[in-house]
């Protein structure tokens, strides 16, 4: 049996990595595809305690400490779920993964991004992404997005804008760095275009491209 395929989908708080996680599950799977959708971190029990510690706003925890706490989380996503997924030749949509820590932690906090990269390359055993759609939008806009829900921000939404700024800078060197991978997509538009991209560029994954013949 062929591997699956791994499609990730990162961006700044507030840009619609959920709305496009769920569209993009519903449109491949309409396609007769066996796809799941994941989340970072949590999507298993260990994991989604990591989570309630990351997002606990009246906890303090110091930039390697959450390095380290998403790396974990990871470590144990991907054992557990995503590669059993991928070696059944399912499609995983994983709403974030590495590259979040590479712009958050490394970019955002400002830990050495040649350490972040190292543990998230043991917490995975270096398994990549097939594809990662980001999903570009000013954090200002991706904010004021959040503020327009009703839940109580968690710990890393308290940041101050500039931290997002930075996040932002990171993730547009992340994509520079490798655009073969990384497809950058406007958030600022409808939902509907916003899936209909991320499709296009779908398509193109050697293991999916019979969908552009559908």
Known sequence: MARGSLITIEGV??????????????????RG????????PGGVEVSERIRAVLKDPSLAVTPRAEALLYAAARAQLVVEIVTPLLLSGAVVVLDRFVDSSLAYQAGGRG???????????FATGGLEPDLTLLLRIHPAEGRARQAQRSLEPDRLEREAEEFFLKIAAAYEELAHAEPQRIVVIDAAQQPERVLAEALAAVEKLP???SLAAD
């Open 207 to 209: 293991a999916l491209a």
């Open 13 to 30: 708080d507030g840009a619609g990595k959920s709305t496009l996680a769920e569209a993009l599950k519903e449109a491949l799977a309409a």
């Open 33 to 40: 595809l066996s796809v799941e959708l994941l989340r970072e």
């Open 111 to 121: 830990l050495e991004i040649v350490d972040v990269r190292e543990i998230n390359r």
